[in-house]
């Protein structure tokens, strides 16, 4: 059963332009140290930011918060299965939501697409409940 959907589509010149004028602070304030790592060895760095950064976006609107009642920035972070599928790794204020929101005898799974086609850059993100079984 769909608990969440969320969607957010981002110019990735904006992440582009907030990495030169705020750098260090922007990247420690938004990306988990893991997202980091991803981003930085990628190719197309900005991109790889900005796709992440849509993915948060996503992610809260999918919580039913937005970036408020205790979801922050960094409580999300995409992280990829070992078949390097992206999902979501929920911490702090976005497991709580989750948790509130989580029908009792279910685990959520949340499903993540991401894509991107210069400058713009989408992230939808499905939180569903799946019965737990024993």
């Not at 110019?11 to 990306?31: A, C, Q």
């Not at 009642?69 to 497991?95: E, Q």
């Not at 499903?111 to 993100?125: G, N």
């Amino acid at each position: 059963m769909i608990i969440g959907l969320g969607t957010d589509l981002i110019d990735t010149r904006r992440i582009g332009r907030t990495i030169e004028r705020h750098g260090e602070r922007f990247l420690g304030r938004i990306f988990t140290d893991l997202e980091r790592s991803k981003s930085e060895n990628r190719a197309n760095r900005i991109e790889s930011y900005a796709k992440r950064f849509a993915a948060k976006e996503a992610c809260s609107k999918a919580l039913g918060t937005g970036l408020r009642r205790g979801v922050y920035w960094r409580d999300m972070g995409v992280v990829n299965l070992d078949s390097g599928k992206p999902t979501m790794a929920l911490t702090g204020g976005a497991l709580a939501r989750l948790d509130e929101i989580l029908p009792d005898g279910c685990e959520a799974r949340i499903e993540v697409s991401l894509s991107d086609e210069p400058p713009l850059a989408q992230a939808i993100v499905v939180i569903s409940a799946v019965p737990i079984t024993p």
